[in-house]
């Protein structure tokens, strides 16, 4: 789901292995895409995910483990 989420943003198909960045994706994407992020994981209200997270992250399947530890 965060793949699919930021290839929205960035325009194109996401490499799950690559950094937000290195996918193409810029600060302002990243901005983005946190707030879809945030809100698509979500009990009762959406995480607190930092588009900070998302750019410190070094690849996207790392940003997801971090969303299961912040659920």
Same mark, same amino acid.
């Given at each position: 789901? #965060? /793949?699919? &989420?930021? %290839? @929205? #943003?960035?325009? @194109? /198909? %996401?490499d799950p292995g690559l950094g937000f960045i290195e996918n193409g994706g810029d600060s302002l994407g990243a901005v983005r895409a946190a707030q879809l992020i945030g809100r698509s994981f979500t009990?009762? *209200?959406? &995480? *607190?995910?930092d588009y900070v997270d998302l750019l410190e992250c070094p690849s996207l399947v790392e940003v997801a483990t971090l &969303? #299961?530890?912040l659920q």
């Amino acid at each position: 789901m #965060v /793949t699919d &989420i930021c %290839a @929205k #943003v960035i325009g @194109k /198909t %996401a490499d799950p292995g690559l950094g937000f960045i290195e996918n193409g994706g810029d600060s302002l994407g990243a901005v983005r895409a946190a707030q879809l992020i945030g809100r698509s994981f979500t009990r009762d *209200e959406p &995480i *607190e995910f930092d588009y900070v997270d998302l750019l410190e992250c070094p690849s996207l399947v790392e940003v997801a483990t971090l &969303i #299961v530890r912040l659920q």
